[in-house]
């Protein structure tokens, strides 16, 4: 056989995961060959509890022999899993010439409590009632129990989870660096909780837990109207500890009435407001064995109803990665701030030396006014400030632990000038999702841009999709998430974060099928709007195609049908959707003064998304087995299309509405009749450039725009758009210093001042849905079957790029696509294809150069399959492997 190593064994898509509830977790792996062209077709999959795997009577599932190329979301059917338990699993597999690997090195996952009927603890709170309604005086709950272990601990699971935030901490030390639990769900319905491997904290002898609960998002203010208790008033916390002792006994440790309670010096925590923490109130050795807790109050048990627990299912937030301020400004109205030389979001943490009763104040913003000062007006009613008052005697440390601020400047009062600078650093905080893309190029600015689309991602992706992180709002909208969701899959691997948001949005959705406008869902927002709501649809579907996956689809479909259902109930008409309250094109560029919506008809945007939704879900019910419904909602669609073209297109084929965003979504969900798009997509072009080669598209047209034009043959006017530097552009806001994508296209005006106070974000990922037109057509990196399984290298250069390249990795490994232009004229293009999947390369239409590959003519070339010429260009088929292609200049058209 060819050398060939099973790697990459992933759990859920996830390594070695620890506490998960999934009864059928999805088994994948990757392959590495020596030469290229490797496919497999057979694997067998090995489940058992011991690693070793020594003796195949001790085995939970074997596959044996399987005759299939599938290496991914391969379901576990082996004996039903038990509670609180590992699993080792390893991987072989056969090539085409049905020789075997060696077994891949075992992987493993653990179960968490898997029932409800596991947890022993009881609910735990600091009092036995809430505090008032809108009192944003509340201090912060301490908790603490003591306990005695023997020698031998074998190993430790803390199941955790709370009402409100919390944090726990075992013998003086974190249980771990995770932050932000238990997340945000619909916590009226479900409700996550936690699982923490603590085996080498604990000794024998005394132990102590202590946990730490604050307001978050249960409890604390929450949306623009000021409001909080959305979920509750009362936090509490639920915590049991499972200790497998070496004679194979256990002892379990839980939340009861003989733990202790207290405040502390955490007096204030709020997402939206900040904290505000009195060291001299500091409890010494709170979370350590010996500590006297004689004046706290016992914990008050709680009877209130616990919605539904379920293990973790997104990756954690924690601090990722660190940033050092860049400069210390003086501004002209005396104030002291630091520049951390990025838009980001988490917190400082910061060293002072200080009297006690010092006041160190850190206000946070995204931007400097025209003048230079500090400017908070764009956070309407959020504080986002941290008030740390010194107990004094040496260097104290600080960093908040329950709010979050979105901000690149630092207004800080209470620190004498020696001290700025080094001791604060920049805690940057995200759900710790894998990054999976790269895009570079010749141009600096676009990879700025790049840049500004990555960090938008990261600041906006905690826990659930928002729209903002900074001002009195962060909510998870659903119209950004579905707009952007296709851009974030190439960045990081988005499956684990989108299905636990997905689930919340389904637990959220209303009986007649309505989605709300954010989710988790505040009635604040509201709800039923197109493109927003439409995420119920687009969203599983977009997974399922950079993941190829059909799990979610199974999962979402209940959910994806009754939307589009709900969609049928409102029209005065049956196929179209033309009442109701819609977003439309927001914050389009040809709104009427003094509005937000593009000039796009609404009911036309509506309609146009309700044949899209109902042509996802005639492909998903194909795709799940549901044929009687795909028949049902094909008719639907053909009929939505007929009312489309009766409604909103004339006669001789013009859309109506001649608006960039009528024009982008009619061409992308193929709207109208074969004869007429080429027209369509024409005067799209025309419009463009009668607008000085200027979008006037808003959220629901933006992120289609450059997409529709390469498709209808117009990638160089596309490139120009991408490079336009004057405003409205993508590049404005570049050239105007932004780190992040913002809300507006002219969120800071060319004379320095702003859009606006009360809607003005610097950090809002919607518009940077550009970027899976830089993967799919400046680098063109697409996928033909879903998941990659099979690939299209297309790449499109144009524009002043003189080279491109992404990369990208996909559940079978890494894809790679770089071009560039060498000074003699020749392109050269370097391709990296995964085991086990095929590419079709189409080289750019009019290089008719010879072709080689690492200096060799193609007929020498391994992992070549065919060569043939259609209307694209040249085509060629290729295996697995890496690739070095040149087309000579001499011979270019």
Same mark, same amino acid.
């Given at each position: ?701 933006? %992120?289609?725009?450059? /997409?529709? !034009? &390469? ?8 490139? #120009? +758009?991408? $490079? ?98 060498? %000074?003699?004229?020749? /392109?050269? !293009? &370097? ?8 590419? #079709? +390369?189409? $080289? ?50």
């Amino acid at each position: 056989m060819n050398e060939c190593k099973v790697l990459n064994l992933a759990v859920n898509y996830r390594t070695n995961p620890l506490g998960t509830d999934d009864p059928s977790p999805r088994l994948s792996w990757q392959t590495r060959a020596d030469t290229r062209g490797f496919l497999q077709s057979a694997y067998q999959i090995q489940v058992g509890r011991n690693p070793s795997f020594a003796a195949e009577e001790e085995l939970e599932w074997d596959t044996g022999k399987v005759t299939s190329d599938s290496s991914v979301h391969i379901d576990y059917q082996g004996k039903t899993l038990l509670p609180r338990t590992r699993y080792s699993f390893r991987v072989r597999v056969w090539d085409s010439g049905d020789n075997v690997s060696a077994w891949s090195g075992p992987a493993h996952w653990e179960t968490a409590l898997l029932s409800q009927q596991n947890w022993q603890a009881s609910w735990i709170t600091a009092s036995s009632s809430g505090q008032s309604a809108q009192s944003s005086n509340d201090p912060c709950d301490y908790f603490r129990t003591e306990f005695e272990l023997p020698a031998g601990t074998v190993s430790a699971r803390i199941y955790a989870t709370s009402l409100g935030l919390y944090r726990i901490y075992v013998n003086g030390s974190p249980a771990d660096d995770t932050l932000f639990n238990p997340g945000w769900t619909s916590y009226n319905k479900r409700l996550q909780y936690q699982t923490y491997d603590v085996t080498q904290m604990l000794t024998a002898g005394s132990n102590a837990l202590g946990c730490i609960a604050g307001n978050g998002w249960y409890k604390g203010f929450l949306s623009w109207d000021g409001s909080k208790n959305h979920y509750g008033e009362q936090r509490a916390v639920l915590i049991q500890l499972h200790i497998t002792l070496a004679d194979g006994t256990e002892q379990v440790i839980v939340t009861d009435g003989s733990w202790r309670t207290s405040s502390g010096p955490l007096l204030m925590s709020e997402l939206y407001h900040g904290e505000t923490y009195d060291a001299r109130l500091e409890l010494d050795g709170w979370f350590s064995p010996g500590f006297a807790d004689q004046k706290w109050k016992p914990a008050a048990l709680t009877d209130a109803p616990p919605p539904l627990l379920v293990a973790q299912e997104n990756e954690p937030s924690r601090i990722v990665e660190t940033i050092e301020p860049i400069a210390v400004i003086s501004t002209p109205d005396g104030g002291t701030v630091l520049d951390m030389g990025q838009n980001m979001v988490g917190w400082v943490r910061f060293t002072v030396n200080a009297e006690a009763g010092t006041e160190i104040i850190l206000q946070h913003a995204e931007v400097l006014d025209r003048d230079g000062n500090f400017y908070t007006g764009n956070l309407r009613s959020a504080q986002q400030t941290v008030t740390y008052i010194c107990r004094g005697g040496g260097p104290e440390t600080f960093e908040p632990h329950f709010t979050f601020q979105g901000f690149r400047y630092v207004q800080v009062t209470g620190v004498p000038h020696d001290q700025l600078l080094e001791p604060f650093t920049g805690c940057v905080i995200h759900s710790d999702l894998e990054h999976t893309g790269s895009f570079s190029c010749s141009d600096e600015l676009v990879n700025q841009l790049q840049h500004n689309i990555l960090w938008g991602q990261k600041g906006n992706f905690l826990d659930v999709p928002t729209d903002c992180p900074q001002r009195d709002e962060r909510l998870g909208w659903t119209g950004d998430a579905q707009v952007f969701i296709r851009t974030a899959a190439f960045n990081m691997n988005v499956v684990p974060f989108f299905e636990k948001w997905l689930r919340d949005l389904a637990a959220d959705q209303e009986a007649d099928g309505r989605v709300p406008h954010v989710i988790p869902d505040i009635p604040t927002a509201g709800y039923g709007s197109s493109a927003w709501g439409d995420a119920a649809v687009i969203c599983p579907w977009t997974l399922y195609q950079c993941y190829g996956d059909v799990r979610i689809l199974k999962e979402q479909y209940p959910s994806m049908k009754a939307w589009v259902e709900y969609i049928r109930a409102q029209g005065e008409h049956e196929f179209l959707w033309n009442t109701g309250h819609h977003f439309g094109d927001w914050l389009g560029l040809d709104a009427k003064e003094n509005s937000y919506i593009g000039a796009t008809p609404k009911d036309l945007i509506a309609t146009a998304f309700f044949a899209y939704s109902t042509e996802l879900l005639v492909k998903t019910a194909e795709i799940i087995g549901q044929q009687e419904e795909a028949g049902k909602y094909r008719e639907l669609h053909s009929n939505i299309i007929r009312a489309f073209r009766e409604e909103f297109v004339t006669p001789s084929g013009r859309v109506a509405s001649p608006t960039q965003t009528a024009y982008a979504v009619a061409l992308m969900f193929d709207l109208l009749e074969e004869k007429d798009r080429p027209r369509t997509a024409a005067m799209l072009a025309d419009h463009v450039k009668e607008n000085g080669t200027h979008l006037t598209t808003g959220f629901v047209g933006t %992120p289609y725009l450059c /997409l529709v !034009l &390469s498709r209808f043959g117009y990638t160089g006017l596309a490139y #120009e +758009l991408v $490079l336009q530097k004057e405003y409205p552009s993508w590049l404005y806001s570049v050239l105007q210093g932004a780190t992040t994508i913002w809300e507006h296209w002219d969120g800071i005006k060319p004379d320095g001042s702003f859009w606006s106070d009360d809607m003005n974000s610097y950090n809002h990922y919607a518009y940077g849905a550009v970027g899976d037109w830089m993967y799919r057509v400046a680098a063109g990196i697409e996928l033909i079957e879903p998941g990659y399984k099979k690939i299209r290298i297309q790449p499109q250069p144009g524009g002043q790029l003189t080279w491109a390249e992404a990369s990208y990795s996909s559940v079978y490994g890494v894809i790679k696509s770089a071009w560039s232009k060498q %000074p003699d004229g020749t /392109l050269e !293009l &370097s391709v990296v294809i995964p085991a086990n999947t095929t590419a #079709e +390369l189409i $080289l750019p239409d009019g290089q008719q150069g010879e072709i080689r590959e690492s200096g060799e003519a193609l007929e020498h070339t391994a992992g070549v399959l065919s060569v043939e010429k259609n209307t694209a260009g040249r085509k060629l088929t290729l295996g697995s492997g890496s690739y070095r292609f040149t087309v000579a200049a001499e011979q270019q058209a």
